[in-house]
């Protein structure tokens, strides 16, 4: 089993930034892609960004160019650096592992609890 670990949420004002992280433990697998999710109330959760272990990074268009994601693979841990926080970006993020035994077959998924995010004056 793995298990997922976010902090770093909280409350922050239009256009101030925060740095969520996420702790991975348990059995992790060299060919894995970590990514953040969040969901506001009311919607559906959504990717706002993803990187694998070689740094093949995506990002939502609504984050691009405010959000920077990062790993750092000998601790399983990885980042999301947020910038010019808006308050359509106020929800949970989740943080999610991805991973199996080849590129052809992801067959875990992983979520963390999340943590809030809410961008407000």
């Known amino acids: 089993q793995v298990q997922l670990v976010e902090s770093g949420g909280g409350l922050v004002q239009p256009g101030g930034s925060l740095r969520l992280s996420c702790a991975a433990s348990g059995t992790i697998l060299s060919i894995n892609v970590m990514g953040w999710y969040r969901q506001a109330p009311g919607k559906q959760r959504e990717l706002v960004a993803s990187i694998t272990g070689g740094g093949s990074i995506n990002y939502a268009d609504s984050v691009k160019g405010r959000f920077t994601i990062s790993r750092d693979n000998a601790q399983n841990t990885m980042y999301l650096q947020m910038k010019s926080l808006k308050p359509e970006d106020t929800a949970v993020y989740y943080c999610?592992?991805?991973?199996?035994?080849?590129?052809?077959?992801?067959?875990?998924?992983?979520w963390g609890q999340g943590t809030q995010v809410t961008v407000s004056s």
């Open positions: 999610n592992l991805a991973q199996g035994g080849s590129y052809y077959s992801f067959n875990s998924n992983y």
